[in-house]
């Protein structure tokens, strides 16, 4: 019989106390999300997102190789000199595409929870060569 995850407690527990992780919530059919369950499985992941603040999908069909390439890039772009990385930065940006920040802000966090991100547009091929950094092409 399948755990009642019905609030954020018996979620919390199922998955971090109890140890069945995120693979035990993909194991109690969050797997189906292209399927007629898909309204239920989408509002499952969003609460999760929600009260535990992270999920993971698993047997998506992207291969590991680009997954590799994509983590790569982005050690390749954050690895830079300071000076490389703020011609990106959020406002100032000569490229439309591009924008380099971060999302700390020490008058709004309770807790030194923050990330650092580049966001790159993607359109064509040829304006992702025109606009995007050399580490990120």
């Not at 140890?19 to 369950?37: A, H, R």
């Not at 069909?61 to 954050?78: C, G, M, R, W, Y």
Request: net charge negative.
């Amino acid at each position: 019989m399948a755990p009642i995850l019905d609030d954020k407690s018996s979620l919390f527990n199922f998955v971090v106390q109890d140890g069945y992780g995120v693979k035990g919530m993909v194991d109690l059919g969050l797997s189906t999300l292209d399927g007629p369950e898909h309204d239920r499985v989408a509002k499952e992941i969003a609460r999760a997102a929600e009260t535990l603040g992270f999920f993971q999908v698993v047997n998506h069909s992207v291969p590991i190789e680009l997954l590799e390439n994509l983590k790569d890039t982005a050690h390749s772009f954050f690895g830079q000199a300071l000076e490389k990385k703020v011609v990106y930065r959020k406002g100032a940006s000569p490229s439309p595409l591009v924008k380099y920040g971060t999302s700390f802000v020490p008058e709004k966090e309770k807790a030194l929870e923050w990330k650092d991100y580049i966001s790159m547009t993607y359109t064509t091929d040829a304006e992702a060569l025109q606009h995007w950094p050399v580490e990120c092409k």
